[in-house]
């Protein structure tokens, strides 16, 4: 089974909720899904290098996206043009988001 797959066609409050209720703790099972995942706001982008047992991977790892509604405001954002400096970027999930609303 792969969760990914099922979450990824829920809206996404649902597959947050339904990602900390059920998978979070079993990350460790779903290894391959943090090999390469796509962004679900930025599909033409992945990300490579998640972390096992991390949230912010695990929610991007099983969803697609991290703090969605924050993710489409700066995809919006980004849009507009501008620059984006991202003080402090765990894994630069915010930057991939920025760089593909500038494509």
């Known amino acids: 089974m792969n969760p990914s797959r099922l979450l990824r066609t829920l809206p996404a409050p649902w597959s947050e909720r339904i990602f900390y209720r059920l998978f979070n703790g079993q990350q460790k099972r779903f290894g391959e899904l943090f090999e390469r995942s796509a962004l679900r706001l930025a599909p033409s ?20 996206f991290y703090e969605y509604e924050l993710s489409k405001r700066i995809l919006e954002l980004s849009k507009q043009g501008g620059l984006l400096v991202d003080v402090g ?4 999930y915010f930057t991939l988001l920025w760089l593909s609303g500038q494509s």
């Open 45 to 64: 982008m992945s990300m490579t290098g998640l972390v096992v047992g991390d949230v912010i991977s695990g929610q991007i790892a099983f969803n697609g």
């Open 89 to 92: 970027a765990n894994i630069g």
